[in-house]
């Protein structure tokens, strides 16, 4: 498998990382919403 150039860490800025950790959280609540109306 082929390498890459540059890691993913080596151009994923600060707001980028923010990003990921609010995009991750609401999709933790949206699962944990979905999950709830399931059981109704």
Known sequence: ?????????????LWNHRLFVHLATGGYRAAQFVMFVVSL
């Open 1 to 13: 498998m082929a390498r890459w150039p540059l890691s993913p860490r080596d151009f994923v800025p």
